[in-house]
């Protein structure tokens, strides 16, 4: 009797694995940068766009950018459909590695921190600041997401749990 349960068990078993879906082959990203050039833009050009547009400043190996690339490319693809407009537009700014040349020129070009400082109380400054210049403008690490409008520092979000639920509202 235990033969044939067991015999009869494993096949339904086995089939059953099949009829799952394979969490981990869906839970893979496929998409990548990539499949979003059109959003491609430098550091430089984070005050030269027109209207309110949102620029998402990110690094490839960056594990925090990496956490909500799904989520980002879920927002742009909407975005291109039409479906999100609170934005002009949206743009993706890919930072070259901090120990590059080009990397500590686009961060250098970041208004300095002082050398103790709560970042949501410098965010506060930007906000009355409004700058309109990178010079103006502190830089705290990716994933950041600065909201631009006519061509004036509105607000930004950092990390990627904040950025994840901004873009979910927005």
């Keep these: ?72 490319f879920d927002y742009l693809d909407s975005f291109k459909a039409g479906n999100k407009t609170y934005f002009t537009n949206f743009y993706l700014c890919s930072l070259s590695p ?22 949501d109380d410098l965010i506060d400054e930007m906000i009355k600041a409004q700058p309109t210049s990178i010079a103006e403008t502190f830089f705290f690490g990716t994933p950041s997401l600065y909201i631009i409008e006519n061509k004036q520092f509105k607000t930004m979000r950092l990390g990627d749990t904040t950025i994840a639920n901004y873009l979910a509202t927005h």
């Design 1 to 72: 009797m235990k033969k044939i349960s067991k015999l009869f068990v494993l096949p339904l078993f086995a089939l059953s694995l099949f009829s799952c879906s394979n969490s981990s082959i869906d839970d893979v990203e496929t998409r990548d940068y990539s499949d979003y050039v059109e959003f491609n833009s430098k550091v430089e050009d984070l005050y030269n766009h027109e209207g309110r547009y949102a620029f998402y400043v990110y690094q490839i190996n960056c594990s925090h950018c990496v956490n909500i690339k799904g989520k980002l």
């Design 98 to 119: 901090y120990s590059s040349e080009e990397g500590i020129k686009e961060r250098e070009s970041f208004k300095e921190k002082p050398n103790e400082y709560v970042s």
